[in-house]
């Protein structure tokens, strides 16, 4: 199911709020139905569970991060949610995932496995694991997949706690 990501590059991250943004593959040119345009890469998972980078035993990235301020001198009133700002008032995720696309720039997917709980592990060429874990009993989407050369999504779990093509 996850085999047409081995091989691929890494791309990039972002986040959208909390949900991690996993682009592989090269640069691609989406094009929707209606008719607008958006510069992707081939591939995009997309998390709205837990998640980690680790090298070894260190973690480099980890969902936890996008909650975490990067300095102790932002504003009472600081909130994750908002991106592009200064570091000094960005999250931890925010810095960190900067140096980590730099480690990453010319790794490619070299093993991929999904677990029997449907969690996914994603080994790079150069030692990186990226691991998705869920953390919660009930079946919620937890991650997507969306392919955007051929236009399949990969949903787990959809509304009836299955994984579905779409």
């Excluded at 959208?16 to 998972?45: N, Q």
């Excluded at 919620?140 to 050369?149: C, K």
Aim: charged residues 25%; proline residues 3%.
């Amino acid at each position: 199911m996850l085999s047409c990501l081995i091989g691929k590059k890494f791309n990039r991250i972002s986040r959208a709020a909390d949900m991690l943004c996993l682009f592989l593959g090269e640069d691609y040119v989406y094009r929707s139905p209606v008719g607008r345009s958006a510069e992707v890469a081939e591939f995009s998972i997309h998390f709205t569970t837990q998640w980690r980078f680790r090298l070894g035993g260190e973690i480099l990235l980890a969902s936890r991060d996008i909650y975490t301020p990067y300095s102790n001198g932002v504003p009472e009133d600081w909130a994750y949610d908002l991106v592009g700002r200064p570091d000094e008032l960005s999250s931890v995720f925010d810095v960190a995932a900067r140096l980590l696309m730099q480690e990453m720039s010319s790794s490619v997917v070299s093993e991929c496995n999904l677990s029997e709980t449907n969690d996914i592990t994603i080994v790079f060429s150069n030692g990186v694991v990226f691991e998705q874990f869920t953390p919660a009993s009930r079946k919620d989407e937890e991650w997507r997949l969306i392919d955007y050369v051929d236009g399949r999504h990969i949903v787990c779990y959809d509304e009836d706690g299955l994984i579905s093509v779409e």
